[in-house]
């Protein structure tokens, strides 16, 4: 005999599977665009998660590098702690939030406390890298579409945790004097 599962849980399961698989993606996006031109010559910078992709071009000459956000190269810029500490964070949340998904099935209380932590280190997450990033670009970065999914990713896991703990109050019994 299978359990019914209230469609409250189901919704939860999904607004926390959702954050996973935007998290998932945002891994693989940019987070940030920046450009600058000087003398004829042209540079971009693409901030990722885990790396920043440079391309430069002018006089007659291309260059391009990906550049890990831990490599040395990085360790005197400003910005750059908060860059390396954000990525985990991201990382834990997507973790976290695959968990929550699961959790619903059985616990929605569970499940609800996962999607909290989650949207928080989200959260943190998106706050650090964009602290950083702001550093190391000196302000004049464009977010990409990663930063916005990381932000909708936070939202998410924080309604799969409300819905949660209302399907968790559903499924409490009266209490009995």
Same mark, same amino acid.
């Given at each position: ?35 600058? =031109? ?17 391309? $430069? ?5 291309? =260059? =391009? ?6 490599? +040395? ?23 976290? =939030? ?6 619903? #099935? ?23 890298? $964009? ?12 977010? $990409? ?7 909708? $990713? ?11 703990? #209302?399907? +968790? ?9």
């Amino acid at each position: 005999m299978t359990s019914q599962i209230p469609p409250l849980r189901w919704t939860a399961m999904g607004l926390a599977g959702l954050a996973f698989l935007l998290l998932l993606v945002v891994q693989f996006i940019p987070f940030a665009t920046f450009t600058t =031109s000087f003398f004829g010559a042209t540079a971009d910078a693409d901030a990722y998660a885990w790396e920043a992709k440079f391309r $430069a071009e002018g006089f007659g000459e291309e =260059s =391009s590098e990906q550049t890990n956000w831990y490599d +040395n190269d990085f360790d005197d810029d400003d910005g750059i702690g908060m860059v390396r500490a954000a990525a985990p964070l991201l990382v834990a949340g997507l973790a976290v =939030s695959l968990a929550a998904a699961i959790l619903f #099935l059985r616990m929605p209380a569970g499940g609800a406390v996962a999607s909290f932590v989650a949207a928080v280190l989200v959260g943190g997450g998106v706050f650090l890298m $964009a602290r950083g990033i702001t550093a190391l670009f000196d302000d004049q970065q464009e977010w $990409a579409i990663g930063f916005y999914l990381a932000i909708a $990713a936070a939202v998410l896991a924080f309604a799969a945790g409300i819905l949660g703990l #209302l399907a +968790n109050r559903q499924a409490a019994p009266a209490p009995t004097f």
